[in-house]
């Protein structure tokens, strides 16, 4: 693509699309690039950094939380930002539709647009029912989170878990309703799931697991949370923590494979369109590492793919396969997991144990798997460099027992 007359469109100003405008011209590339921001509540359209919303942003006595892009950055990067949403995409004319009719011409395209938290079928908005994605979610749940507010957490996921332990640290009495046994089960299987579930129950909060939601009772604003099991939840405060699902909506009829995502091979360009490429929450591609298609919700991903992507718009030949990654602070501590956690694989328990500070593998099909650490950064750095490595289960057992030397490892995102 000629950088003389080129044009990157990064549809999305979150923090994948912010990212990639950003390695765009840490690499170099010349030529113009728009940004298409539509966070809500926000005054540019440019979000602020998600994580810490669900952690320390509804705790902090004093909070703050500056866009991810402010507009000095925005002129000293060259990047002419618009107001979106985009509703539509024509690939025949290379344009984005905005939400008034507005055309945005691209040489290159870029999604970026993420993910939206899921609700409850059959439930309407009403006061009182909150979902965690953007900056006034965040601020609108803090000023709910008043001491002594009961407050229902549906979904024991990540975010429900970060959000369940905050408002317990406001003060707040908390359930935290869950459909699986255990807490956090899809993200650390069934036996550390069970092992953060008594912590959860130890330190005060009130676990519904196995159950569903039936209901929200109250007709202006959340009263109570009928469950499944006939039980019912008083509640001044409902926070929905179902997962989200990839933002594709506006791309519908225009000729890309969406299947739970925008469908891209391994450089990450849109299978099936030319010069398009997805990032982030929204691009499910072909991964090397594992052989499948995926797609992963988390920081990490954001930040690797948009350097991919921006590598592969300036004349390099780069795959995504970097390893996965993901961290949760709850518990007064730090959650990290490397790689994956299926429900099939074996686990073992290599430093610590699960009621304190603790490593733990997990290995599958002869090969290590995954790796995951509470409250020990430290000690869980050599499994994360035998994962990168393509390790075999038992070589990764043998570093357990203290009789393997750790290959040689260079982060790529400086975690």
Not at 114 to 123: A, E, F, N
Not at 174 to 187: H, K, S
Not at 386 to 414: C, N, T
Request: charged letters at 20%; glycine letters at 12%; aromatic letters at 6%.
């Amino acid at each position: 693509m000629p950088e003389n007359h080129a044009r990157v469109v990064v549809v999305g100003a979150s923090l994948a699309g912010v990212h990639t405008v950003r390695a765009l011209r840490a690499r170099e590339y010349a030529g113009e690039i728009v940004l298409v921001g539509a966070e809500p509540g926000a005054p540019n359209g440019v979000a602020v950094d998600r994580p810490a919303l669900s952690k320390g942003y509804l705790t902090d006595p004093d909070p703050s939380a500056a866009p991810l892009l402010s507009p000095t950055e925005l002129a000293d990067l060259d990047v002419r930002l618009v107001r979106g949403p985009a509703v539509d995409l024509d690939l025949g004319t290379r344009h984005v539709v905005l939400h008034e009719g507005r055309l945005v011409e691209f040489s290159a395209l870029v999604v970026a647009t993420g993910s939206t938290p899921r609700t409850l079928p059959g439930v309407e908005p009403r006061q009182g029912v909150h979902t965690l994605r953007t900056l006034a979610d965040a601020t609108d749940i803090r000023a709910a989170c008043t001491p002594g507010s009961r407050v229902v957490v549906i979904g024991g996921g990540f975010i429900g878990a970060e959000t369940a332990w905050s408002a317990r640290a406001l003060g707040c009495t908390v359930t935290v309703v869950e459909m699986l046994p255990t807490m956090m089960q899809r993200g650390v299987g069934p036996v550390l799931g069970e092992a953060f579930t008594r912590r959860y129950a130890a330190a005060g909060i009130d676990l519904r697991m196995g159950t569903g939601v039936a209901g929200i009772e109250g007709s202006d604003r959340a009263e109570a949370v009928r469950l499944t099991d006939g039980s019912r939840l008083a509640a001044d405060v409902v926070v929905l923590g179902l997962g989200t699902r990839p933002e594709t909506s506006w791309l519908n009829g225009a000729g890309l494979d969406l299947r739970d995502g925008v469908v891209c091979d391994e450089r990450l360009a849109a299978r099936g369109a030319r010069d398009v490429f997805a990032v982030g929450d929204v691009v499910r591609w072909r991964n090397p590492r594992y052989g499948e298609d995926t797609r992963v919700e988390h920081f990490t991903n954001a930040v690797e793919t948009a350097g991919v992507v921006a590598t592969n718009l300036t004349g390099g030949d780069q795959w995504h396969d970097a390893l996965p990654y993901v961290w949760s602070d709850q518990l007064d501590s730090r959650l990290q997991v490397f790689g994956r956690i299926r429900p099939q694989d074996e686990l073992h328990v290599v430093q610590g144990d699960l009621d304190g500070s603790f490593v733990a593998i997990s290995g599958g099909d002869g090969a290590l798997q995954g790796a995951v650490g509470f409250g020990a950064v430290r000690q869980l750095m050599p499994y994360r460099r035998l994962l990168a490595s393509g390790a075999s289960w038992d070589e990764a057992r043998a570093l357990a027992d203290g009789g393997l030397k750790l290959p040689r490892f260079r982060s790529q995102v400086g975690l």
